[in-house]
Structure formats: C-alpha cells, structure tokens
C-alpha cells in the first residue's frame, strides 16, 4: 500500500484520561486469564491465583525448642538451689536437641545451660520444670487447612518458606503476559551491523526487553521492519497472535513513511493516537483482535517514558499486581524552566543535597537524548496547566534513584570537561559510596550556581581581559572571596577544532569570517566563548560577521561532534575533544580550569575524598594520556 499523505493525530487527550479510558477497555479483555502451575521453589514474584491452604501442621509433632533433656514436669517439682533434685538418664529424662519429638510421657524441656552432669547418666537440676516449657506444640507455626496466602497475592521468599512447611509442592499462579516487540524503520540496524550513513543502531528493543521482564513480563522481540506496509501489517498480525500485548516502535508519528497507525486502524481498533506529553506525545493506543496493541515513539527518552506510562500499568494489571505510587522529594529548582500548556512534561533532573536544601539541575530535555536518562536522579513533571517553573521553586521530583545515592553525591554545575567525567569514574572506583554529578552550564552558570548554594563545586575558566588572570577576578566579583576557595585542575590548550586536513585553511580567530564558513558555538556564559569573544574583540571581529555564531552546544564533545558530523566546519574547543572526533586543531591558548568552592565545604569527607583522587596517580595518569593537559598544580587549594 502506498503512502500518498501525512498522518494527523486523532487527539491531544491528557495523560490520566488516556489512561483512564485505556487502561479499564483492555481490563474488560482479560477476565479468566490463564493460569499455570509451578514448583513453589520457583515462584518468587509471581502471583496466586488461588488461595493456598496447609496440607499438613508445622511443626506436625510436639517438637523441642532447646537443646536439653525431656522431662515429666511433675517430677521435678520440689528443685531448688538448696534442694537440688538429681535425674537418671532414660528414667527420669532423655537426652534432646532442638525441633526433636517429644515422646510420652514427657511434657516438658530443661535447657542444657541449666543441667548440672553429675556423672554419664545422672543429671542434678536446681529449679522445677512447668508442663510444656520449651516445647513447640502441634501447629504452632502452621496448622493443617489454615490459610497461608490468598489468592492475587505476589509471592515473596518468606512465603515460599510458609508453603513450603505447610506441605506445598507446587502451586497455581498467573501465567506471566508474553509481551511481543516489534523495531521499525528502515534506518534501523542491529548493534553488532557494520553502521554506515543514515543508519542508526536499534536500542529501544532491548530496552524494552529488560523492562518487560523487570515488571514481570515474557519479552518476545522481533527482527527490524523496514518501512514498508504490508510487511508491518503481517508482522503485527502474527505477533498479535503470539502475545498478550504488543509495542510497535517507531512509525507512530506524523512522518510520510509512518504506517503503524493506518495499518492498526486497518486490522484493529485505534482508541488514542496522541497524547499530551511530552515526550512522547505521538502515542498510539489500540485494540486488535482482543489484545492492546501500544505504538510508542522512536526517540529513546519518549521510548521509556511512554513504556513507564502505559506498558508497565498494563503488565502489573495482567499481573493483578498494585501499582506503587513512584518515591518522590521536595527540591529546590536550580534554573528556570518554560513549558508549554499543550502538554504535561517530563523533565529529567539532576539531583544532591547542598546544605540544608536537595537542589534538581535540569538536563537535556530533547526526546533523543538518552544519556540525559542514564544521568538522570529523578524526574520533574510539569503539569499541562502550568508555563513551568521559576529558578528556586520548590518541586516534587519523582525518584529513579536511591536517597542514600543522591546524598552521596557532590554537585558540579558549571563549566564541561572531559577530566569532569574522568574525576567522576575514578572518585566512584576508590569511594564506591560516593558520586560526582556534572551539570554543564557554563562557567558563569557555574558561578551563579555557587552564589545561590545550588551547588558542591563549579568548574570554571574565566579570564579577566584586562589582566588575563584566570577565575579569581569573576569570583571577587561575583562572590564573597573571602568566603569561596579554588581546587586547581589542570591547565587545558584551547583552540580552534576543524575537520581532518582543514579544508578550509582556517589559521587564526580571524578566518572565522571567510565566506560559506559554518561556525558552531558554546552557550552564552561558557568560558570557551568569553575566551572566543575577547579574541574577536581584539582583532575588531563582530560576532555578527561569523556564520553560526548563535548555534550553541553545552559541551566540548558535542562542538566536535558538529564539526565531525559536517553540520558546522568549525568550533573552539578544547584539543582533547578534537582528537576523540578525529580532527586537526589550531592552538590559541593555554588556560586554567579550576573548581571553585566554598571555603566551608573544604571540611566535608566527600571533599576531602575528592581531592585525594585528584592528587592521585592513577588519576594523573590518566589525564596524561589525553593531550592538551598540564597537570602541575592539580589539587592545590587557594583561598
């Protein structure tokens, strides 16, 4: 079939009505699922489907508690420390350990602490037994037709443990909902392919997998779909067949070669196709042949999110398990965030604790980019009713991970680096405790941060045009110096990164101007670009004259990786960022890159730890084998 239009979404339906609406037509579907016996050995997590009665007592004897003698109660009556009484061995008692049966006519157990051995078999006693002591009676734990677990009951290790005494072998559970994955694109290939141009690995899929069988589902994953109609339709038909639910991924947008909503239109029944988040608004929700069918976005970020959102409620209902309500956190609001009221959004967080207050960074918040989803400590929703939020607002933050994590970490906000992220591994390797969190915002982000005790340390390298000092003239102006300390780093050659052989001849600051020359540029407030700036400024260069001046990247990789992808032919860098993309350089200039800190904080063990690991040697060396990188004064404190 061909594709002659562009698809338009059937509706911009709010999160909780879609799945409100959703989530009670596929409940009506699944009355009756099937069941399954397992071996009771192997049913840790899975879910009853029938109550679960004791076939037997436990103990199912009168059983010792102790380690002792078995004695007739009555006998001993009359036993004090100046009467003691004294026991023949197989007359009066019997030797027993603990969980032995208590055979008639004995009634009661001395512990061994409080037997005297007279001789090998006269035992002396100095208080009287009462009947039953130490003994475990007949269904004390568990008696016979009690019940240990009700039906919809997920099944944990003490349970197991319970069914086990009560003379359970096996027992009837839920089958686990086999969850069908179907990748689409023909730009799509598998991690181990050869990736040429316009391809793009597949990882979705495997996410997906991993989070299937995480909520207690059976993943079931397909190959790759090129984009192509009937080969999709046929697909979904036999996967429909073969699972309880099936994910599409990718093709559920509004793009020409986007098929998975006409195709389910086709075969099944779209119930929602959009919804207003972001990301992942082009959701699709359908029905075909009795079995939800969820079309979720390409992009990584929209991926899990919309999987979060509605797969994972639809395992735990096939599951008859309870949802828990996600952890959440009150934090203070490092910067500003704007959002639109089309949609409820998802923003991915940086999360520490500084000083009395859990300060929430925002990353990234393009829908492509997964790894602000590996560095993420928490997400911040903001509601559709709202435009967003105002630096230091306090907001609830859902957790992705443990408080004790999040504790221990030291926030970095400021300037990027790749010894940033080279310190973070290393201080995790030595202190498995402790974590280092890098927001890049630029130094002078990175100094407002500091001023507003939103953060730990602030990598900076801001040079004073007038003296060429670098970083304590903007911390006297901007702080109270007397209060603030900087952590010497290293020094760092910057330059100009372009592609391999220079093409272009580039030289100098001043052939940024040439003709059809795509600039790429770090954010406003980055000391790469003060640095660039007071270059242009000598030289009487308008930044107007360079082409892509405006185009910001927050980081030196993602500079390089322009000017590797051919998007831009040039950008200022540091050199250990060109030579991992592969390109030339042109040096302009040494500088310092230095953390700057409160005095106050000099005190604290993570600081401390901190500047242990950059002393180090194995720390030092491995700055040493990337170049453009003086290491001299690493670790020393100025105040």
Not at 517 to 531: E, H, P, S, Y
Request: charged share 25%; proline share 4%; with cysteine.
């Amino acid at each position: 079939m061909a594709k002659k239009e562009r698809n338009t979404y059937l509706t911009n339906i709010s999160l909780e009505e879609a799945q409100r609406l959703y989530f009670a037509e596929v409940s009506l579907l699944n009355h009756g699922r099937s069941t399954e016996k397992i071996a009771v050995t192997d049913s840790l997590n899975r879910v009853s489907a029938k109550p679960v009665f004791a076939k037997k007592s436990s103990p199912n004897y009168n059983a010792a508690a102790m380690d002792g003698i078995a004695v007739v109660a009555n006998h001993t009556y009359g036993a004090t420390e100046s009467n003691p009484i004294h026991l023949k061995r197989n007359k009066d008692y019997m030797d027993i350990n603990t969980g032995g049966y208590i055979d008639d006519p004995y009634n009661a157990v001395i512990m061994i602490e409080d037997v005297i051995e007279i001789d090998e078999d006269t035992v002396e006693i100095r208080q009287a037994a009462t009947p039953w002591q130490h003994i475990r009676p007949i269904g004390e734990d568990i008696v016979e037709k009690e019940l240990i677990i009700s039906s919809n009951h997920k099944i944990r290790a003490m349970d197991i443990g319970a069914l086990l005494a009560g003379q359970t072998i096996d027992i009837e559970v839920y089958k686990l909902p086999q969850v069908g994955i179907i990748p689409t694109g023909s730009e799509i290939v598998g991690a181990e392919q050869e990736l040429s141009q316009g391809k793009i690995i597949e990882t979705n899929g495997s996410m997906f997998s991993v989070m299937v069988a995480e909520y207690y589902g059976i993943p079931k994953k397909y190959e790759i779909i090129p984009d192509d109609y009937e080969l999709l339709k046929n697909k979904i038909l036999a996967a429909v067949e073969e699972n309880d639910v099936v994910i599409i991924n990718a093709g559920s947008s509004a793009g020409s070669k986007d098929y998975t909503v006409d195709v389910l239109r086709e075969i099944g029944d779209v119930k929602i196709h959009g919804v207003a988040i972001k990301p992942g608004k082009p959701t699709i929700l359908a029905i075909v042949k009795g079995k939800p069918v969820i079309g979720i976005p390409g992009y990584p970020v929209s991926a899990y999110l919309v999987f979060e959102l509605f797969v994972k409620p639809l395992l735990f209902q096939y599951n008859h398990l309870i949802l828990e309500e996600p952890r959440k956190m009150k934090c203070v609001l490092s910067r500003k965030i704007i959002s639109s009221l089309k949609y409820e959004e998802f923003v991915r967080v940086k999360l520490g604790a500084v000083k009395d207050k859990i300060i929430a960074t925002p990353l990234d918040r393009g829908a492509g980019v997964t790894m602000s989803l590996v560095k993420a400590d928490g997400i911040l929703i903001i509601p559709q009713s709202l435009e967003g939020y105002e630096a230091g607002r306090e907001v609830e933050v859902q957790l992705l991970k443990e408080f004790g994590e999040i504790n221990n970490t030291i926030v970095s906000i400021g300037s990027h680096d790749l010894v940033m992220d080279l310190l973070g591994d290393e201080l995790h390797t030595r202190k498995s405790n402790l974590f280092l969190s890098s927001a890049h915002v630029g130094s002078l982000g990175g100094i407002m941060a500091m001023r507003k005790n939103e953060c730990h340390i602030a990598p900076i390298h801001l040079m004073d045009e007038e003296t060429g000092e670098y970083n304590k003239t903007y911390i006297k102006k901007y702080l109270n110096d007397k209060e603030y300390a900087i952590i010497k780093f290293v020094k760092r050659s910057q330059g100009l990164m372009v592609k391999k052989g220079n093409p272009l001849g580039i030289r100098s600051v001043k052939d940024l101007t040439k003709k059809d020359l795509l600039f790429v540029n770090r954010q406003r407030g980055a000391g790469t670009r003060i640095l660039l700036d007071y270059y242009l400024n000598k030289h009487g260069i308008s930044p107007s004259d360079i082409l892509g001046y405006d185009r910001e990247f927050n980081t030196h990789m993602a500079v390089a990786a322009a000017v590797a992808g051919n998007s831009a032919d040039c950008g200022m860098g540091v050199l250990s960022a060109a030579k991992i993309m592969g390109l030339d350089f042109i040096p302009i200039a040494w500088e310092e890159y230095d953390l700057c800190i409160s005095k106050e904080m000099l005190k604290d063990s993570k600081i401390i730890s901190l500047i242990e690991t950059m002393k180090s040697n194995d720390f030092i060396a491995k700055i040493q084998e990337l170049d453009g990188y003086d290491t001299e004064n690493i670790g020393n404190v100025i105040e």
